[in-house]
Structure formats: C-alpha cells, structure tokens
C-alpha cells in the first residue's frame, strides 16, 4: 500500500502561481510512475504532467512552458510548479502513483484561478 498526501492547492488570480506537493509513505520505494491529473467540472480527469523514475518528464500541450513537474526522491514528493495560472486551470488536482502495476491516487486538491 502507498499512501499519498497533497497540498498547496487555492485561490489564485490569472497570472498567478502555485505549487502543489505530493508525499508518498508506505511502499512508496516500489514507486515507478508519478503524475499530476486535473478534473474540472463536468469533465472526465486528464492527464497534465508526469515524470519517471530516470526524471523524463511529459506534459499535456495546454500547460507546456506553463507547469513544471519534479521529484525528490529522497523524500518521496512530486511536485508540480505552476505559473502563469489561467481561469482554464481551475478544477481538482489530483496525484497518481504506481507502485509495480497498482495505481494510487491522492484526495485531490482544489485549484480556482479567478478574475
């Protein structure tokens, strides 16, 4: 089992930043994917950056140049740097994690850029 634990989503105007971590606890040594997944309302959950084991990262075409996803392994958190937040970046973040071939995923956090 991984147990996984996010923060620092909120409120933020466009233009704004936020950083979202990720902590992983359990058999978080067997860990061989992280990802960031969003869903706004009303919309399936979608894919918005994910990074390996080896560090390559992926990122949805919406948040490139935008968003930047790490990882520090020593502590077990991923991270997702984002700027330049816009009012489409609104929805629910959630972490995922795989561990061998099972899927976890955090409790979400709300993410609402305003005008």
């Known amino acids: 089992q991984v147990q996984l634990v996010e923060s620092g989503g909120g409120l933020v105007q466009p233009g704004g930043s936020l950083r979202l971590s990720c902590a992983a606890s359990?058999?978080?040594?067997?860990?061989?994917?992280m990802g960031w997944y969003r869903q706004a309302p009303g919309k399936g959950r979608d894919l918005v950056a994910s990074i390996t084991n080896g560090g390559s990262t992926d990122y949805a075409d919406s948040v490139k140049g935008r968003f930047t996803i790490s990882r520090d392994n020593a502590k077990n958190t991923v991270y997702l740097q984002m700027n330049e937040l816009q009012p489409e970046d609104t929805a629910v973040y959630y972490c995922?994690?795989?561990?061998?071939?099972?899927?976890?995923w955090g409790q979400g956090t709300q993410v609402t850029v305003f005008s």
């Open positions: 995922k994690v795989r561990s061998f071939t099972v899927n976890y």
């Open positions: 359990g058999r978080s040594f067997s860990i061989n994917f």
